[in-house]
């Protein structure tokens, strides 16, 4: 390859790292062409985008876009997503059914550096959708038990107001 086509490379790289807010280094040893076909459109679904290139290269894109990466050993490939929770699912539930690979070296997440644990735990939270559902929820059981003791409140004073017109016209 080159000097010039290894340049524009390390550009578009560091243009895409820019707009993500997750970054996570794989080492996809062991994945055959289907299996690497099947993940790769599995991050395509999901909106993220997954490059595999040469370790200096990804380093110079990583550091040239503000960051401080870290070495890398042995093949590598980036996952690089604008959802840190989406693209870790994506990345550990493919690994779950392939034999635990591709492996998570480690990433940057919001420019700090954080390790496979990590991303596993970044994968175990719930999808952002989820979460506001469920602030939605919450939010919305305290109104629902308000309106509800206002709508007993005004029966029983309808109640009341139908009583006394009752026994007004009974006298």
Request: glycine content about 12%; proline content about 2%; cysteine-free.
């Amino acid at each position: 390859m080159k000097r010039i086509d290894k340049e524009q490379l390390v550009v578009e790289l560091k243009e895409k790292i820019g707009g993500a807010q997750a970054l996570y280094y794989t080492d996809f040893t062991g994945l055959n062409v289907k299996r690497m076909t099947e993940l790769r459109r599995r991050f395509r679904k999901a909106n993220i985008e997954y490059v595999v290139i040469k370790n200096t290269l990804a380093l110079r894109a990583v550091n040239e876009s503000g960051l401080v990466g870290e070495r890398l050993k042995g093949p590598t490939g980036l996952v690089i997503g604008r959802d840190a929770v989406g693209a870790a699912k994506v990345l550990t539930d493919f690994a779950k059914e392939n034999d635990q690979r591709p492996t998570v070296k480690g990433g940057l997440l919001a420019g700090a550096a954080i390790d496979a644990a990590q991303v596993k735990r970044l994968a175990s939270m719930p999808s952002r959708e989820q979460m506001l559902a469920e602030l939605g929820a919450g939010l919305q059981s305290p109104l629902g038990a308000f309106v509800g003791a206002l709508n007993g409140l005004l029966m029983t004073f309808a109640g009341a107001l139908e009583a006394l017109k009752t026994q007004r016209e009974g006298a």
